[in-house]
Nanobody, 121 residues
Framework: QLQASGGGLVQAGGSLRLSCAASGRAFSAYVMGWFRQAPGKEREFVAAISQSGGTTYYADSVKGRFTISRDNAKNTVYLQMNSLKPEDAAVYYC????????????????WGQGTQVTVSS
């Protein structure tokens, strides 16, 4: 089970830190990803991180602004979001990947409930 938190309302240019806490002992075995979905749009890849945290992946739209990290001792993955833009507003989801490329939603099998991020201009 995945529980995402940390969303909220922030002004453009501001920052938020999302957290995703996982239950169970297998957390460190999974690549973890963050996706987002804005109203009327498809869910899109944001970032992913390898099991050890040594490799990270980012969508071009967030590269240089967002940072994904994980703490396997706490079964938690984070998404630090800086320099937020109105177009970053969406519901953000964390998920565990079970196969294939990190960018595709179909390669993730467990999803959190989502946390809303709103960015005012």
């Amino acid at each position: 089970q995945l529980q995402a938190s940390g969303g909220g309302l922030v002004q453009a240019g501001g920052s938020l830190r999302l957290s995703c806490a996982a239950s169970g002992r297998a957390f460190s075995a999974y690549v973890m990803g963050w996706f987002r979905q804005a109203p009327g749009k498809e869910r899109e890849f944001v970032a992913a991180i390898s099991q050890s945290g040594g490799t990270t992946y980012y969508a071009d739209s967030v590269k240089g602004r967002f940072t994904i990290s994980r703490d396997n001792a706490k079964n938690t993955v984070y998404l630090q979001m800086n320099s937020l833009k109105p177009e970053d507003a969406a519901v953000y989801y964390c998920a565990t990947k079970y196969l294939g490329p990190v960018q595709s939603t179909t390669n993730y099998n467990y999803w959190g409930q989502g946390t809303q991020v709103t960015v005012s201009s």
